[in-house]
């Protein structure tokens, strides 16, 4: 009996740690770059023909399965990482299960490329979260870009699943994705130095380390949790990049954010503030090292004031520091930050000017400049 008892117990000890051991880390989900195949027998050609063929997930409706170098008529299609990817056709779907810490917020980053449709979008459900991501606009030379999106996990067992809601005359003509992983966010604090909250975007989406082209923080609605949090990106189609110092010319730290949309996109953040109360914003504005050439400038909005900080890039890096003394007229006072004009590198792509290291703190005069 006591034997029995014990063997029960150990049983249990064993069932624990292994859903414990099953909680999902910050990095590549399983099979998050689909380089495990389906079975031969599940495909019918390149589409995916069982519900679990794919490893690790789970299909519904016209899913293909993509290798590198693959053609589509006159069009190539490109793999961004490794050796496959999934293409998502008409109402079709794909999901994962996933095990999170209930109560914490988690950034999701993929990578996704449109093949024929020209105003394609994803819908990302992680229940009852739900997003939708415009891809419409390539932002890099290889046609692929890295997307991320946020969510407060209300369950501990969640499905993250990837829809593609568009409907065309060709079943297969849908959007390439590939490369899934996952980040838990940490809620940066304010301090006596600096009422903004990640002001030098340190905490920010997951960034593959074999990549060279950033990460795209998608427009938001003001009630959904962001993956730069607590800023938000202002747009209707458009978003801001997330870049790395390992890519890019960053002027502080290890990370900062390059306004890719000209005017369409805003990067936007509220802070406590007392009515009546003098404060000075400052902020780093300079150009990523990624050869985008020409006169950028930075509109930073504050209460009623604003300051235009010009920066002539020479694509190589460098910047400058922007200064505007406000008084607050509210008990939240919002900062935006929004690039006012829309620059072009040779290869067509859009690029702007970088924005890093903000900070808002308290004065005790009503002096503007602007270095």
């Known amino acids: 009996m006591v034997r029995s008892t014990c063997c029960v117990v150990l049983l249990l000890l064993l069932s624990v740690a292994a859903r414990s051991a099953s909680a999902i880390m910050d990095g590549l989900l399983p099979n998050g770059n689909f380089e495990e195949a389906p079975d ?26 993509i290798g590198s170098g693959q053609m589509q008529g006159d069009m190539l299609l490109p793999v961004p990482e490794g050796a496959y990817a999934v293409r998502l056709g008409n109402e079709a779907s794909i999901q994962q299960r996933l095990t999170l810490t209930r109560g914490m917020h988690y950034s999701v980053t993929f990578s996704a490329a449109r093949t024929c449709a020209q105003s394609e979008l994803l819908n990302i459900t992680v229940t009852p979260e739900i997003g939708e991501v415009p891809i419409q606009t390539v932002y890099t030379s290889s046609g692929w870009d890295s997307y991320s999106w946020a969510f407060k996990a209300r369950r501990s067992d969640v499905s993250l699943i990837v829809h593609n809601p568009g409907v065309t005359d060709d079943a297969a003509c849908g959007p390439l994705i590939d490369s899934f992983a996952i980040k838990t966010l940490q809620s940066p604090p304010s301090t006596k130095d600096n009422l903004l909250k990640n002001g ?16 795209l923080v998608p427009p938001m609605d003001e009630d959904d949790y962001s993956p730069l949090s607590p800023w938000t990106i202002m747009g209707y189609t458009k978003s801001v990049k997330y870049v790395d110092a390992a890519h890019y010319a ?7 954010v390059e306004l890719v949309a000209g005017m ?8 406590c503030t007392v009515p009546g109360r003098s404060y000075r914003l400052e902020f780093s ?3 990523a090292g990624d050869g985008c050439v020409g006169s950028m400038s930075v509109q930073a909005y504050v209460s ?7 920066y002539e890039s020479q694509g190589r890096g460098g910047y400058k520091r922007g200064v505007l003394e406000f008084t607050a007229t509210d008990k939240r006072t919002r900062v935006v930050f929004v690039s006012m004009a829309y620059i072009m590198k040779p290869d067509g792509t859009l690029c702007g000017p970088v924005v890093d290291d903000a900070s808002v703190v308290g004065v005790h005069n009503h002096r503007r400049l602007l270095l």
């Open 40 to 65: 031969k027998s599940q495909l019918n050609g390149t589409r995916v023909i069982g519900r679990y063929a794919i490893p690790q997930w789970e299909i519904s409706g016209f899913v293909e399965y």
């Open 200 to 215: 030098g975007f340190e905490e920010g989406p997951y960034i593959f380390p074999n990549t060279s082209w950033g990460v």
């Open 250 to 256: 960053v002027p502080g730290g290890a990370r900062a």
């Open 264 to 271: 369409e996109a805003a990067l936007v953040q509220e802070v």
């Open 285 to 287: 504005v300079g150009d």
């Open 304 to 310: 009623h004031g604003s300051v235009k900080v010009p």
